[in-house]
């Protein structure tokens, strides 16, 4: 039988289904008859449980998950008799009218857009690349260094300066008044490392061990707390103690403290840029990426099924209150978070997958085997026991799903890179990695 699509608007398709009255009965009176073998009921044996008190108290709810049960399999049968791409879940209402021994259902539902690609040679890229200097290596041995410091007391005369830590009571008034946060006992930071506003850190450098300080401190108006952002305090300060610190010197020790086998500053350096180079490598990737998949977007032309921007919208809600769960928020689950917020954001995922999804299919760019193989040892290198992560990833569908569509995104890529007009342009190191 010739199932009749009605357009709505763009992507919404309307379909009338209709069940017979008499199949849902008897299937109501099959499952029922079934029900009946486990009820219980006070003055009854099991099993022995008449069906009119089944009936009267199950049947209300076994007949609505028939009907519901029915109409699945019946818009199911329609959608693929019509050879219909269904975007989301339909929404069903019963019609008034009906043929005499029969229901009748409106089932309302959007489909998956055509995406039409434009030339992509008519894209302009601009594709980064940056590089592992010395003086990038050199910085990542002081972070190294730092992490590794020790730190002395200083002596009574001695006066705090950058690259000490400090040991401090604070309290800061506004006008006269104590505010949440303005006051600690035993509060250390290490000066001149832009843990503290820099007003602070003026006030305590030059100060000795028991010296006490009044000063006016004024909170920047772009300030995270919001009830000081933009006003003035005055903080009363003591130094309760100066330390020191000590970096360890680089030399052979410092490298086999670090795991060098070798032991050697230069096979440190090494390893250093080998790390320094992975990095730069997916994060130069990633931004590429991010270039060609807007390049790609650009290109595209379509329209975006609201049911499946709901569902992303409703997925990134759920990440969101996992996110606050793990972050100890007490009732995480229970957060109020308007699935709005996410919008805009759902949409710009939803349309890209659609368009990737279809450059993927019309130009054949599903993930190999050996690029997945490849793509894992990759990145079991960057772990001590490489051949542990291969196995790891290799034993876990949903794993290597990941893998998949990390390799298919990066075919992709590499396929915009090699139709569009692609502009060479080089980081600086530090540039690259303060991106986020």
């Given at each position: 039988?010739?199932?009749?699509?009605?357009?709505?608007?763009?992507?919404?398709?309307?379909?009338?289904?209709?069940?017979?009255?008499?199949?849902?009965?008897?299937?109501?009176?099959?499952?029922?008859k079934k029900l009946a073998r486990t009820v219980k009921a006070d003055g009854f044996r099991p099993g022995k449980v008449p069906m009119s008190f089944v009936a009267q108290r199950y049947g209300a709810q076994v007949q609505y998950e028939v009907v519901n049960d029915k109409l699945g399999e019946a818009f199911t049968v329609a959608a693929n008799e019509a050879k219909l791409r269904v975007a989301g879940m339909p929404t069903i209402a019963q019609k008034d009218t009906a043929a005499e021994g029969?229901?009748?259902?409106?089932?309302?539902?959007?489909?998956?857009?055509?995406?039409?690609?434009?030339?992509?040679?008519?894209?302009?890229?601009?594709?980064?690349?940056?590089?592992?200097?010395?003086?990038?290596?050199?910085?990542?041995v002081e972070i190294l260094r730092k992490q590794r410091r020790s730190f002395a007391q200083r002596g009574a005369a001695d006066v705090a300066a950058d690259g000490d830590r400090v040991t401090i009571d604070f309290e800061g008034k506004i006008d006269g008044e104590p505010f949440a946060g303005g006051k600690a006992d035993g509060f250390q930071?290490?000066?001149?490392?832009?843990?503290?506003?820099?007003?602070?850190?003026?006030?305590?450098?030059?100060?000795?061990?028991?010296?006490?300080?009044?000063?006016?401190?004024?909170?920047?108006?772009?300030?995270?707390?919001?009830?000081?952002?933009?006003?003035?305090?005055?903080?009363?300060?003591?130094?309760?103690?100066?330390?020191?610190?000590?970096?360890?010197?680089?030399?052979?020790?410092?490298?086999?403290?670090?795991?060098?086998?070798?032991?050697?500053?230069?096979?440190?350096?090494?390893?250093?840029?080998?790390?320094?180079?992975?990095?730069?490598?997916?994060?130069?990737?990633a931004k590429n990426k991010g270039a060609a998949m807007d390049a790609l977007v650009g290109k595209a032309e379509l329209d975006v099924p609201k049911a499946l921007v709901a569902g992303e919208a409703e997925r990134m809600v759920a990440n969101a209150r996992e996110d606050l769960k793990k972050r100890g928020i007490k009732d995480a689950d229970k957060a109020p978070i308007p699935a709005e917020l996410f919008n805009e954001q759902a949409e710009k995922r939803v349309r890209l997958g659609l368009v990737v999804a279809e450059l993927v299919r019309s130009q054949n760019l599903q993930a190999k085997p050996e690029q997945l193989q490849a793509h894992?040892?990759?990145?079991?290198?960057?772990?001590?026991?490489?051949?542990?992560?291969?196995?790891?990833?290799?034993?876990?569908?949903?794993?290597?799903?990941?893998?998949?569509a990390v390799v298919i995104e990066n075919n992709v890529t590499d396929f915009i890179l090699g139709k569009a007009k692609v502009t060479d342009?080089?980081?600086?190191?530090?540039?690259?990695?303060?991106?986020?």
């Open positions: 039988m010739a199932v009749t699509v009605e357009t709505l608007e763009k992507l919404e398709r309307r379909i009338t289904l209709t069940l017979a009255a008499a199949d849902i009965n008897t299937e109501v009176e099959s499952r029922l029969e229901l009748a259902f409106d089932a309302t539902f959007e489909v998956y857009p055509e995406v039409k690609i434009a030339d992509l040679a008519e894209a302009e890229i601009e594709r980064v690349a940056a590089d592992v200097t010395d003086e990038a290596i050199d910085k990542t930071f290490l000066l001149g490392e832009g843990q503290m506003l820099e007003a602070f850190e003026k006030a305590v450098r030059g100060m000795k061990a028991g010296e006490s300080k009044t000063f006016p401190l004024a909170f920047p108006a772009d300030y995270h707390g919001k009830d000081v952002a933009g006003k003035e305090a005055d903080f009363l300060v003591t130094v309760r103690k100066i330390e020191a610190q000590h970096l360890p010197e680089v030399n052979e020790a410092f490298a086999k403290a670090l795991g060098i086998k070798e032991g050697t500053v230069e096979a440190l350096r090494a390893d250093i840029k080998k790390n320094l180079e992975r990095e730069v490598k997916f994060r130069v990737l894992i040892e990759e990145i079991s290198q960057s772990y001590e026991k490489p051949a542990e992560v291969v196995r790891w990833y290799l034993s876990d569908r949903e794993r290597m799903a990941e893998v998949e342009k080089q980081l600086p190191f530090d540039e690259l990695m303060a991106t986020a």
